[in-house]
T-cell receptor, first 113, second 108 residues
C-alpha cells in the first residue's frame, strides 16, 4: 500500500503478557517514529529511528518497552509484562528524511485487561 | 509548561462558518505540522510549514516564525471537517512536540 501500515489494528491482552506491534513505513522513508496516545490524552513520543543511526529512545517509559527496526524497513515495538497503564493507541509515523512531512498509520489500539 | 499551546480546546461551528485554530509554541523549530485526527483515531497530516502560508482546498495554514505562532483556517466549514486538529512542532526533525488538540464539531 501507499501509506503507513500498522498491525494488529486492535489487541487485547492479559496483564503480564508480552505484545509485539508492527509498523510498515512508506517505502523509501528513512525516518520512523513511534508514539502512543492514552485515552483522553495527547500524543507521547516513544522512539525515533533515522536510517541506520542509533535510535533515539528517550521517550520509552520503562525498560519493558523496546523497539527494533532493520534498515529502512519494518519496525516492531515490543512491550514486555504488559500493565494496565500500557493501554493506549500506539501510532507509527514515517517521513522521507529528517524534518520532512510525517505520515501516520492508523494505529494499534492496545487494551490490557 | 507545554512547548505547544493550542486554542481553543473545543470549538462548535455552524456549517459554512469560517474557523480559525491557533497554535503557539515556545521552542525553536525546523517545522510545524498540522494534523487531523478523526474519531476512529487515524491521523492525517494536513500541512507541514516552515514559513509563510500554505493552502489546500478549504484549508489554509499560516506561520509567523518571529512570533512563534501558527493558525489553521477552514473556510466554508462542513460537518465532515469535525475532528481533532493537532499542532505539532519539530525542533530538530527527530521528534515532535504535540499540542493537546482542538476538538472541532461542525453542525449541519
Amino acid at each position: 500500500g501507499a501509506g503507513v501500515s500498522q498491525s494488529p489494528s486492535n489487541k487485547v491482552t492479559e496483564k503480564g503478557k508480552d505484545v509485539e506491534l508492527r509498523c510498515d513505513p512508506i517505502s523509501g522513508h528513512t525516518a520512523l517514529y513511534w508514539y502512543r496516545q492514552r485515552l483522553g490524552q495527547g500524543l507521547e513520543f516513544l522512539i525515533y529511528f533515522q536510517g541506520n543511526s542509533a535510535p533515539d529512545k528517550s521517550g520509552l517509559p520503562s525498560d519493558r518497552f523496546s523497539a527494533e527496526r532493520t534498515g529502512e524497513s519494518v519496525s516492531t515495538l515490543t512491550i514486555q509484562r504488559t500493565q494496565q497503564e500500557d493501554s493506549a493507541v500506539y501510532l507509527c509515523a514515517s517521513s522521507l528524511r529528517l524534518a520532512t512531512e510525517a505520515f501516520f498509520g492508523q494505529g494499534t489500539r492496545l487494551t490490557v485487561v | 509548561k507545554n512547548e505547544v499551546e493550542q486554542s481553543p480546546q473545543n470549538l462548535t461551528a455552524q456549517e459554512g462558518e469560517f474557523i480559525t485554530i491557533n497554535c503557539s509554541y515556545s521552542v525553536g523549530i525546523s517545522a510545524l505540522h498540522w494534523l487531523q485526527q478523526h474519531p476512529g483515531g487515524g491521523i492525517v497530516s494536513l500541512f507541514m510549514l516552515s514559513s509563510g502560508k500554505k493552502k489546500h482546498g478549504r484549508l489554509i495554514a499560516t506561520i509567523n516564525i518571529q512570533e512563534k505562532h501558527s493558525s489553521l483556517h477552514i473556510t466554508a466549514s462542513h460537518p465532515r471537517d469535525s475532528a481533532v486538529y493537532i499542532c505539532a512542532v519539530s525542533p530538530t526533525g527527530n521528534q515532535f512536540y504535540f499540542g493537546t488538540g482542538t476538538s472541532l464539531t461542525v453542525i449541519p
